[in-house]
């Protein structure tokens, strides 16, 4: 009995050291997130409110995932701004990263596999929000993937090569893509209208491209031809510019 004793009193205090330990919440650090749009984290999770309204978070703004959570069978992040901010927002709303496509011929695929189908080639500029990672393979949600006929087309749940040198992961390139996405939806808006709300949109357009022309990256080449295609920018005789594949007419060739 005297054994049995003394062999409880000294396991006792093991066992509230492991029962304290079990109880320790841990923070749960997921890493950094991309967000796929214009957004507010609130200080409640789930809340529109603007009371509750911590930060505005710009498209392709860079947080800091601090934890997960399940709610109302949505989940949320918890989440640190590049500013020190602290809040919470829907998890669909951030990708994982953030790729550009820079290079002309890039195939979006429908499976992980160059034996699957694809849906179609990227045009430069596209901005691919990166859900999964298999291999060298991502799974991704594309904007201005193409653009025909003047319209802008998203395509979701394709798979691209992380690998392929047509892809970019300069964060720089990010606002020149959102101003070229701009100002082709205003041109295919303006494109619909006539008189006086039609040459307001096509000159906020210009000024969108012009924005994005100013940058001087490795897509200013696609935003000059837009311009040049549209009439907003005289050809420079030294260096023609043709319009994206996508975008040619038969009235409109390649130089």
Not at 6 to 29: A, H, M, N
Not at 198 to 226: F, Y
Not at 231 to 250: H, K, L, N, R, Y
């Amino acid at each position: 009995m005297r054994k049995r004793l003394i062999l409880i009193l000294l396991t006792l205090p093991f066992l509230v050291q492991c029962k304290q330990k079990l109880t320790v919440p841990e923070v749960q650090i997921l890493g950094t997130r991309y967000s796929k749009i214009d957004q507010h984290i609130s200080s409640v999770i789930g809340s529109q409110k603007k009371e509750h309204r911590v930060s505005l978070v710009y498209a392709l703004e860079e947080v800091n995932v601090l934890e997960k959570i399940s709610q109302d069978n949505k989940d949320y992040y918890k989440l640190s701004t590049v500013t020190g901010k602290e809040g919470y927002s829907l998890a669909s709303n951030f990708a994982e990263g953030v790729l550009f496509v820079v290079k002309e011929g890039l195939s979006a695929f429908r499976k992980p596999t160059l034996t699957a189908g694809t849906k179609g080639k990227f045009d430069l500029g596209s901005i691919c929000f990166v859900k999964e990672i298999q291999g060298e393979w991502a799974n991704v949600d594309c904007l201005t993937a193409t653009v025909r006929d003047g319209q802008v087309e998203d395509w979701f749940d394709v798979w691209i090569q992380t690998t392929d040198d047509r892809l970019s992961k300069d964060p720089l390139l990010g606002q020149t893509a959102l101003l070229l996405r701009d100002g082709y939806k205003l041109i295919n808006k303006a494109n619909k209208l006539s008189g006086s709300t039609r040459d307001k949109l096509l000159l906020d357009a210009r000024d969108k491209l012009m924005k994005a022309n100013e940058k001087e990256d490795i897509l200013q080449p696609t935003v000059m031809s837009v311009l040049v295609k549209y009439g907003m920018m005289d050809e420079s005789p030294s260096a023609p510019i043709a319009p994206p594949v996508e975008t040619q007419t038969p009235d409109n060739p390649p130089q």
